[in-house]
């Protein structure tokens, strides 16, 4: 926000420089961004009078003049029509322009220069800032000048304006009088109000307009005031001037009231003409679906029902806290104005800004936020600055629909809380004072300090606003330092669950896989690529109310369709080969529409492809898994997305954490895809509970370990992890590892049979094992096989 620091004057003596005042500011919360000074827009350019003119001796066109700077007499050649005795502006060597042309003396024609006269284009001057400066030519000066000054500073051209980011906490101070209150307390100043008494004559605002309001959480208060008898004019230079300096052009003495007040005080204003209210009235409702407005930009706007208009009795005249239609503007011949100061609802102008791509200073100011009590106090400002400027009559009476509102609030504390909150011991002669200057009346009860919140201060709702309030004016230089060892203090860390997170990255980029980062946002037609059924809980997703287009409007369920869709585009970029992971979120809602949020669970998705097969994403698991501490079992599993007969379920502790598996060729189809893909999706929520972090340790065996190898021939269907399990569950003695190393097929074997090649590892800790016993061990363990399985001896 620009802050003009004359305008802030008005309110609140000034007697530092605009360099300390910024720290004072900083100091109290708000961050100064830069200060600019008018009178160093242009350097080195002077009030000079002309003494002498003469024509030029090599050029019809050209004029020499003898110009007096009050420590010299220079000489300018001009192209311009001059007077003898006029005071104008020069620009002397080596001076720099508003438009960054820089001057150097230097020869015209064969005949010297000192400079250039200078025109308010070269000053960065209009008419609003001096008269005539908007004029194609020399500004002349009108009146007594020092010859030699700055001419800005003769001109009075010469504010300082403060850049002030205003905090989100703050929307209060997005006006000058509020900040200036804010300046106040930095230098530990009074501040002045403005005046906002104004006289009224005859007639009656209700025999000018009927207000009626349909919306009232929408548009919880709307007040209105009529002015008869128009006087359009110009408004006077000085508020010309301050709307200038913040950025805003004025237009005529009814407009720029209502952008007076929207800087001065915070609250927007319109100004409607009378005669453009159908009816007269005026009805705050929400719009038609297809009703349009052309905007004062000249904008056409399609409505719809969730935004809130101004309407007259017949047609929408004003998109609510954004901008007025276009015919209900301030016209030259306008006798009739109807001001309206009101209060909307902060989101529900975002979204419609938002939908209609329409911005204004005025909508800005609604979406963070006005006061209750602001409508009132800028609507008699406005009424005051009418009757000041001689604008036009005021009509007795103000309309005011309003909802109930607390004009103040109360917040209970001790002071033992309060220092508890900063820290260190406060007193109460020190806090009361504060508060004070910052308009905040504190009571005592007997039992506990009681604050009185104005209705403009909305961002205070405890005890811990008040002790934040204190302690920015206070100053943090002001607390006393304490030692660490008679301070509370909290240890820093990673929790348990992003620890684990952590190491499963970690794993699987040691393993060879690359990570990568989708949306949580997807298509709906991703659940008809993958073949869900039509009943799957997983199509059961969260649409997203407004969104960017159908390939992003739900909130994923499964993570496979990114992964494959990732997968599908390296392919078709000549990435031939792949091993790549993800760690994000599905979002499972409890039902549909939701009622409460959506369960966010944390989910691993695996996929590999190119020189790759099932057995790769198996290993990769396992690894995995082997890092955890977690025993997992698969189990053979049919999948919709997944290739028959090479797919499964993955358990662990009896649990099912996920599916793994050889991507379906009709799904590959529908993603366009060539060349198989291997993907698995396992939920870490499951895993993070099942995580053993105790590590279990064992004696080496002094006696050597013994190796033997045995392959049986079996039915194709029967799986390997299924001989695993009845071997290990079977306590064969001393049997310390079993694991698959072949797996063959082929016609010599048989059809449907498959052979299936076992490795075992046997170890005592007692003795070394002789061959009787371990042949023993394994007569047993093709017995097992022979009666469960149906197994041969290969």
Not at 148 to 164: H, S, Y
Not at 388 to 408: C, N, P, Q, R
């Amino acid at each position: 926000m620009k802050a003009p620091i004359s305008w802030l004057n008005e309110y609140v003596e000034i007697d530092v420089t605009a360099e300390t005042l910024a720290k004072k500011l900083v100091g109290i919360g708000f961050e100064v961004e830069g200060i600019e000074y008018q009178n160093k827009t242009a350097t080195k350019v002077v009030v000079c009078k002309i003494n002498e003119i003469d024509k030029h001796p090599n050029a019809d066109r050209l004029s020499v003049c003898k110009i007096d700077i009050g420590s010299k007499i220079l000489q300018i050649v001009t192209n311009a029509k001059m007077t003898v005795g006029e005071l104008v502006p020069v620009a002397l060597d080596g001076a720099v322009l508003v438009t960054g042309q820089k001057i150097n003396a230097g020869e015209l024609r064969g005949v010297h220069s000192d400079g250039m006269f200078c025109g308010g284009e070269e000053l960065g001057l209009t008419n609003d800032e001096y008269v005539g400066a908007s004029n194609n030519d020399v500004l002349r000066l009108n009146g007594e000048y020092k010859l030699g000054a700055n001419v800005f500073d003769e001109i009075g051209f010469n504010d300082v304006i403060l850049d002030v980011s205003i905090t989100a906490n703050r929307p209060d101070c997005n006006s000058i009088f509020k900040l200036a209150k804010e300046v106040a307390v930095a230098l530990k100043k009074n501040w002045n109000a403005p005046s906002f008494e104004y006289s009224t004559k005859g007639s009656s605002v209700y025999d000018l307009v009927k207000v009626e309001v349909k919306n009232q959480s929408l548009c919880p208060r709307y007040m209105a005031a009529g002015v008869k008898n128009i006087r359009i004019a110009q408004s006077p230079l000085i508020i010309k001037k301050r709307l200038r300096a913040v950025g805003i052009r004025p237009i005529n003495n009814i407009v720029d009231i209502t952008n007076y007040i929207l800087i001065e005080l915070g609250q927007p204003m319109h100004a409607f003409d009378k005669r453009e209210l159908a009816g007269e009235a005026i009805v705050v409702r929400n719009a038609k679906e297809n009703e349009t407005i052309v905007s004062l930009d000249g904008k056409l706007n399609n409505l719809k029902e969730d935004m809130l208009v101004i309407c007259d009795a017949v047609k929408p005249v004003a998109i609510a806290g954004i901008m007025g239609g276009e015919n209900s503007g301030i016209k030259e011949d306008t006798k009739e104005v109807i001001f309206e100061s009101a209060r909307f609802a902060r989101d529900s102008i975002r979204r419609t800004s938002k939908a209609l791509n329409l911005r204004s200073d005025s909508s800005a100011r609604f979406e963070k936020g006005v006061d209750f009590a602001l409508q009132e106090y800028a609507l008699n400002r406005a009424l005051h600055l009418i009757c000041e400027l001689d604008a036009g009559d005021v009509v007795e009476g103000v309309i005011d629909v309003s909802v109930e509102f607390e004009k103040f609030r109360e917040i209970f504390f001790t002071m033992k809380k309060i220092s508890q909150i900063l820290g260190f011991t406060v007193r109460k002669q020190s806090l009361v004072p504060i508060l004070r200057r910052l308009g905040i009346e504190v009571k005592d009860n007997g039992k506990e300090l009681v604050a009185i919140i104005p209705g403009d201060r909305e961002d205070m709702c405890g005890v811990n606003d008040i002790a934040e309030e204190f302690i920015r004016v206070y100053g943090f230089g002001h607390i006393p330092p304490t030692l660490f060892a008679h301070s509370e203090m909290t240890k820093g860390g990673r929790g348990a669950k992003i620890e684990f997170i952590d190491k499963v990255e970690n794993t699987l980029a040691s393993l060879g896989l690359s990570q990568i980062v989708n949306y949580s946002f997807t298509t709906p037609k991703c659940y008809d690529l993958l073949k869900f059924p039509q009943d799957s809980k997983v199509r059961e997703a969260i649409s997203l109310l407004n969104p960017l287009g159908e390939a992003v409007s739900i909130m994923r369920t499964t993570m496979v369709h990114s992964m494959i869709e990732t997968i599908s585009f390296n392919i078709s970029k000549f990435n031939k080969t792949g091993k790549l992971f993800e760690v994000g979120k599905v979002y499972l809602p409890e039902k549909l529409p939701l009622e409460d949020l959506p369960k966010e669970e944390e989910t691993l998705c695996l996929g590999i492809y190119g020189d790759e097969d099932f057995f790769s994403l198996k290993s990769i698991i396992e690894s995995l898994f082997n890092v955890l501490r977690i025993d997992i079992k698969l189990e053979k599993e049919q999948i919709c997305y997944l290739h028959d007969g090479r797919s499964a379920k993955i358990f662990a502790n009896g649990v099912e954490v996920g599916i793994m598996g050889e991507l379906h060729p009709d799904v590959m189809e529908n993603y366009d895809v060539s060349q198989r893909l291997y993907v698995a999706e396992l939920s870490l929520e499951k895993l993070f509970s099942l995580e053993k972090t105790e590590i279990l340790c064992a004696p080496i065996s002094r006696y050597p370990a013994v190796q033997r190898d045995l392959a049986v021939v079996l039915d194709s269907n029967i799986v390997a992890g299924d001989l695993i399990d009845l071997i290990s569950n079977s306590k064969i003695k001393c049997l310390s590892k079993c694991q698959v190393f072949d797996v063959f097929e082929s016609e010599a074997i048989g059809e449907g049979k498959k052979s299936v090649a076992l490795s075992f590892e046997f170890v005592s800790y007692d003795k070394t094992m002789t061959d009787e016993e371990i042949n023993e061990a394994m007569k047993k363990i093709l017995s097992l096989l022979q009666r469960k399985f149906k197994a041969k001896i290969r």
